[in-house]
């Protein structure tokens, strides 16, 4: 069975501060790691994508995997109130690129 | 930016009926899914296709379903009798390579009654 693990939140963070969101997964073949966006109602928005261990840094945006923990996580600097939305950890697994295993997501709401 | 296009956006049907679900695919993608959303649950794959055919199909993907890409453009998923359960929000997707990510479109929200 392919898991990814997330905290389902909510998570809360005021206006300004940095959000992290965790995922974990439990194939060690899996191979790349993504992070959605989905607001209420609407579909997944890929936000980032990350293969080699480390940190990837998009704008307020950073990606942080570690194959050995099986982890994979998801910063967002100076946090908005238009960054509240349900973030989503997709992984894919190396032998079968056919599909990606969704974690079912963290609410994060950001304060004004 | 390319868009992967979904129609209809809303579609409630009664129980037993068909319904088909349209997807039009980023024009110079290989790579076509369909992914279903149950209201407060997890994002779940249905099935992929590419080269004309379905690569992977998961175990929701049952007799009922069926996915075609008619024309070259269009990429459409019947159910042929619905049941209650089937009631969700449908993704389709594409990708030009999956370490790349999908594109999902808009979604079509299917009510069945």
């Known amino acids: 069975q392919k898991e990814v693990e997330q905290n389902s939140g909510p998570l809360s963070v005021p206006e300004g501060a940095i959000a992290s969101l965790n995922c974990t997964y439990s194939?060690?073949?899996?191979?790349?790691f993504f992070w959605y966006r989905q607001y209420s109602g609407k579909s997944p928005e890929l936000i980032m994508f990350i293969y080699s261990n480390g940190d990837k840094e998009d704008g307020r945006f950073t990606a942080q995997l570690n194959k050995a923990s099986q982890y994979v996580s998801l910063l967002i600097r100076d946090s908005q109130p238009s960054d509240s939305a349900t973030y989503l950890c997709a992984v894919n697994i190396l032998y079968n690129f056919n599909k990606f295993y969704f974690g079912s997501g963290t609410k994060l709401n950001v304060k004004p | 930016e390319p868009e992967v296009t979904q129609t209809p956006s809303h579609q409630v049907t009664q129980m037993g009926q068909e319904v088909i679900l349209r997807c039009v695919p980023i024009s110079n993608h290989l790579y076509f899914y369909w992914y279903r959303q149950i209201l407060g649950q997890k994002v779940e794959f249905l099935v992929s296709?590419?080269?004309?055919?379905?690569?992977?199909k998961s175990e929701i993907f049952d007799d009922q379903f069926s996915v075609e890409r008619p024309d070259g453009s269009n990429f459409t998923l019947k159910i042929r009798s619905t049941k209650l359960e089937d009631s969700a929000m449908y993704f389709c997707?594409?990708?030009?390579?999956?370490?790349?990510?999908?594109?999902f479109g808009s979604g079509t929200r299917l009510t069945v009654v």
């Open positions: 194939d060690r073949g899996s191979q790349s």
């Open positions: 296709f590419y080269n004309n055919e379905i690569s992977e």
């Open positions: 997707a594409s990708s030009g390579g999956v370490r790349f990510g999908y594109t």
